[in-house]
């Protein structure tokens, strides 16, 4: 009856055969089929440990330079725990803020996040992929926004605006207004304005409070006066396309996670300052992958204007006060009318609102911050406002006031 020999007892008949026998290692290693390297070994090892050293041994290295430091993997599980919403390029970012040598690279932070199961590595991105672009410079343009989800402890709801720059993904301002109403919104825009400055172009939503173009009667909100007044193209997204103000949108989902989620606030005021201190880490302390990891205020400084001017939310500029300025809309072909005066401004400003400047002898058409044409007043009728107070008269049968339907704007 034969018996198969185990790897250990086939090792150590072969170095018998040498040691014993008297055979060459270049024999054995031909008989047993192994190079002369591998029976050198055998015989060291044999020689160290006697039979138990010609046992299999494991292959995994002593050390390894893709391992990961345990201090730097201590660390990483701390930050990871306190702020749970940080990914693998901001732990990485801080992990270097904090004088750490060897740092990882971020496919091994994802990993060790993973393997300290503090995220799950089956998730599956999308395949769909959007064509991703920006403005070349600071203060181009802005991505404007409105959105909820912060609560306050009597459990009502404020809402928060925002604006971030689209070059630089600075956040412009993070309003808190307890109803997103016209002019809560507007003095969020105005401040934002006197702090940074006028930026060529603002592109929102077509929400009410950014824009009246697409209603019933076509009329201008007060964001878009404030816009023309300061010489701000103001840009509106295609219906149904959430991805043209992708970058705010983007910003919205950071606030939830890194700052509002979880969260209950006593009370607006408080809930302002918290979202104050978390925009100045957002803005200086915090890389941006689209940025090749520079912070967003590092970006836009480095080509952004200097701040405007005080600015009034009523006029939004001291300009075009006073019963001599007033605003109209070119009819579609092309005209105005001021005091009684038929003026013709050109078709292609049709649909569009200036600013009219009605002097003593001299009638000036402005659209943003160009004077587009220059009249001779020549009538001297009163200077009607576009619109006009209507006056409430009392309903006979309920004894409420009302407005008077025989009125006009």
Request: glycine share 10%.
């Amino acid at each position: 009856m034969f018996r198969e020999l185990s790897v250990v007892e086939q090792r150590y008949q072969a170095v018998l055969a040498v040691i014993e026998d008297g055979l060459s290692i270049t024999e054995v290693a031909a008989k047993v089929g192994v190079s002369r390297q591998t029976m050198h070994t055998w015989l060291s090892r044999y020689a160290e440990g006697g039979l138990a050293g010609l046992g299999d041994r494991s292959h995994r290295p002593k050390s390894s330079p893709l391992r990961m430091d345990a201090r730097v993997e201590v660390r990483l599980h701390e930050l990871r725990v306190l702020h749970p919403g940080w990914g693998a390029d901001r732990l990485l970012y801080r992990l270097g803020k904090e004088g750490f040598d060897a740092l990882p690279s971020r496919a091994a932070v994802s990993r060790a996040l993973v393997r300290l199961g503090l995220v799950h590595g089956d998730k599956r991105r999308s395949k769909r992929e959007y064509r991703r672009w920006e403005r070349g410079r600071p203060m181009e343009l802005w991505q404007m926004d409105v959105v909820g989800g912060i609560v306050l402890v009597d459990g009502s709801e404020v809402k928060a605006v925002t604006a971030v720059d689209d070059h630089s993904r600075y956040c412009i301002a993070v309003g808190l207004v307890s109803r997103a109403t016209s002019r809560p919104v507007c003095e969020v825009l105005a401040a934002a304005l006197r702090q940074h400055g006028v930026p060529e172009e603002i592109l929102t939503d077509n929400g009410k409070v950014f824009t009246g173009r697409h209603g019933l009667r076509p009329t201008e909100v007060l964001f878009d006066r404030i816009c023309r007044e300061n010489g701000i193209k103001h840009r509106l997204t295609a219906p149904y396309s959430p991805t043209t103000t992708g970058k705010v949108e983007r910003f919205h989902g950071t606030l939830r996670r890194e700052c509002l989620n979880g969260r209950v606030f006593d009370d607006i005021t408080q809930a302002q300052a918290v979202v104050d201190a978390w925009i100045t880490e957002y803005n200086e302390d915090r890389p941006h992958q689209s940025l090749a990891r520079r912070v967003p205020g590092e970006v836009f400084r480095s080509a952004a204007p200097p701040p405007g001017p005080e600015l009034e939310l009523g006029a939004l500029g001291t300009k075009r006060t006073g019963d001599d300025w007033i605003n109209r809309r070119v009819a579609v072909n092309g005209v105005i009318s001021v005091a009684w005066q038929i003026i013709s401004v050109g078709k292609h400003y049709g649909g569009q609102t200036v600013d009219v400047h009605v002097g003593d002898r001299l009638i000036e058409i402005w659209l943003g911050d160009d004077v587009i044409k220059s009249v001779a007043r020549t009538t001297k009728g009163e200077i009607r406002k576009k619109r006009a107070q209507r006056p409430t008269i009392t309903n006979r049968r309920q004894g409420s006031p009302e407005k008077d339907p025989s009125t006009v704007n």
